[in-house]
């Protein structure tokens, strides 16, 4: 029995000894993997800084580039408004200078008109024969009708009926 325990004595202690170099190289390993570990935690806390840093330096930009785009617009958008303001004084003259073209056509006509109301209606006749058609009946339109009928007498026929068509549209 003391064999068996001597044995049984013996085994416990180099099992013991082993179980002991065990946990020692456990020990040994888990520090090496703890420094790694604590590496790589500084460098992914080196990272998230970096990060933070393009975060708020981006964001920063950001504002920036938007402040620039809020000018630009603001801009465009008083650009614009002279530009429909302008165009509105444009049309406005436009409008203006129709009107006053328009007049000094009626006048002129009528000056015309009186001009061939004042004429024989021989001479009138022969000069509106060598007119263009349209100018023709517009001198016509303005004159009254007894003397339009004096005039297309003394005309040619066919010019005469010509001119007589083109009054009646």
């Given at each position: 029995m003391l064999k068996v325990f001597l044995l049984f004595f013996t085994l416990s202690s180099l099992y013991g000894l082993?179980?002991?170099?065990?946990?020692?190289?456990c020990t040994e390993i888990f520090k090496e993997r703890k420094s790694e570990l604590l590496v790589e935690l500084e460098r992914i806390d080196e990272q998230k800084q970096a990060l933070s840093a393009l975060?708020?330096?981006?964001?920063?930009?950001?504002?920036?580039?938007?402040?620039?785009?809020?000018?630009?617009?603001?801009a465009v958008d008083s650009k614009l408004s002279e530009v429909r303001e302008k165009e509105s004084a444009i049309k406005e003259m436009l409008a203006k200078n129709e009107a006053l073209?328009?007049?000094?056509?009626?006048?002129?006509?009528?000056?015309?008109?009186?001009t061939f109301a004042k004429?024989?209606?021989?001479?009138?006749?022969?000069i509106l024969t060598d007119m263009d058609k349209n100018k023709a009946v517009s001198i016509l339109q303005s004159l009254k009708p007894k003397v339009v009928g004096?005039?297309?007498?003394?005309?040619?026929?066919?010019?005469?009926?010509?001119?007589?068509?083109?009054?009646?549209?």
């Amino acid at each position: 029995m003391l064999k068996v325990f001597l044995l049984f004595f013996t085994l416990s202690s180099l099992y013991g000894l082993q179980t002991s170099d065990k946990l020692y190289e456990c020990t040994e390993i888990f520090k090496e993997r703890k420094s790694e570990l604590l590496v790589e935690l500084e460098r992914i806390d080196e990272q998230k800084q970096a990060l933070s840093a393009l975060k708020s330096a981006t964001e920063e930009l950001l504002r920036k580039k938007e402040a620039v785009l809020a000018q630009k617009e603001e801009a465009v958008d008083s650009k614009l408004s002279e530009v429909r303001e302008k165009e509105s004084a444009i049309k406005e003259m436009l409008a203006k200078n129709e009107a006053l073209l328009k007049e000094l056509k009626e006048t002129k006509m009528s000056k015309i008109a009186q001009t061939f109301a004042k004429m024989k209606a021989g001479a009138a006749a022969n000069i509106l024969t060598d007119m263009d058609k349209n100018k023709a009946v517009s001198i016509l339109q303005s004159l009254k009708p007894k003397v339009v009928g004096k005039i297309l007498s003394k005309m040619d026929a066919k010019k005469a009926s010509e001119l007589t068509a083109l009054l009646s549209k």
